[in-house]
């Protein structure tokens, strides 16, 4: 009842008297009264002024299943989302649900995570109600050597969606971090249960630094927020919603033929690895300078003997060299 009044309040952007409320879901004034008190108890900035009635103010990061709901303009992402105050993780969470016939396009969110999993066993720092903390299910019908791929689009739509909502220039660290002036903003965890030639199910795990005011001193020169760039707080529904609605399109447009080859330029375009020295941690380790990104989404490394190496994500570690 109380997000149908809200929904209300959205809608009328104006003000809107508790006995027209009362109307128009068929309860009394004091029922109105008390759902609103809830409202506000969440952070709504609701306020009642005399004979005129409620009116919701401006915009605040609030962050729940209406919200998201809300405006998204989606076919099947997001239709279905568990937000919870905290998890240990929404990738492990995931994969519970998907074990027990969640649909594609389910969405999981945390308002904290007290295990919050990063790429090759690195933690991810999941400070309350500042970051997005969200995991998408997807079934496609494809081998498991394309996968990776997702990850990758997942990536560019992140990127995407960040720049549009923020104005921020963010670039895509290849495979699929995402950084601002050097440091990283997002970081993605892509999940997947697979027989040989078939996957069963990917969960995509997303992580983003939002309002983080601050990093621990062991991550400070790594680790950046949107805030921290933009010095501004955003709205992190916006983010969702407008990465959700991109990635969903990208996503069925890839699952139709796998061919990574229509994403590229996009892709390159906003990658900055390209044209930097990097070392490449591997069985193999070597350095060299990257010069591209192939229609697969391989990287092309140069070593100083002028050979090119073709990297693959998902089996390497790709550092800056300036770091080293
Ligand atoms: C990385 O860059 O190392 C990947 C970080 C991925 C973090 C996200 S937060 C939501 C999802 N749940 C997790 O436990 N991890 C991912």
């Known amino acids: 009842m109380k997000y149908k009044i809200l929904e209300a309040l959205y809608e009328a952007n104006d003000y809107i008297s508790d006995e027209s409320l009362g109307n128009m879901f068929e309860v009394s004034k004091n029922i ?9 108890q969440e952070g709504y900035n609701i306020n009642l002024v005399e004979n005129k009635g409620y009116i919701l103010r401006e ?16 076919k099947n992402f997001g239709k279905d989302i568990y937000f919870y105050d905290e998890l240990n993780s929404t990738n492990d969470k995931m994969c519970i649900l998907a074990k027990n016939g969640a649909k594609e396009g389910t969405v999981v969110i945390a308002q904290t995570q007290s295990a919050g999993k990063g790429r090759r066993g690195h933690i991810w720092k999941s400070p309350k109600n500042t970051g997005i903390y969200m995991s998408i299910l ?7 050597r394309q996968a990776p791929k997702i990850t990758l689009i997942a990536g560019l739509c992140v990127c995407k969606a960040i720049r549009k909502i923020t104005g921020i220039k963010a670039v895509i660290k290849w495979p699929n971090d995402l950084l601002i002036n050097g440091r990283k903003v997002c970081g993605i965890l892509t999940e997947m249960n697979a027989g040989m030639e078939k996957v069963n199910f990917i969960v995509l795990g997303i992580g983003i630094n939002v309002n983080t005011n601050s990093f621990p001193k062991e991550i400070e020169n790594i680790a950046t927020s949107l805030k921290i ?16 609605k991109e990635f969903e399109e990208y996503y ?6 796998t061919d990574f080859k229509k994403f590229v330029k996009e892709y390159k375009n906003f990658c900055s690895t390209i044209g930097q020295k990097v070392n490449v941690i591997s069985n193999n380790s070597f350095s060299g300078l990257a010069v591209d990104v192939t229609d697969d989404g391989e990287l092309v490394v140069e070593k100083e003997n002028g050979d090119r190496e073709i990297v693959f994500s998902g089996e390497v570690s790709v550092r800056s060299a300036s770091y080293e």
Do not use: A
Request: glycine fraction near 4%; aromatic fraction near 12%; include cysteine.
């Open 32 to 40: 109105i009264c008390k759902e609103i008190t809830e409202l506000k």
């Open 59 to 74: 915009m605040t990061d609030i962050l729940n299943s209406f919200e998201i709901k809300y405006g998204l303009e989606t």
């Open 138 to 144: 997807m079934y496609p019908n494809i081998s498991p």
């Open 229 to 244: 760039e933009g010095n501004k707080n955003y709205i992190r529904k916006t983010i969702i919603q407008e990465f959700l």
């Open 252 to 257: 069925y447009k890839y699952i139709e033929d």
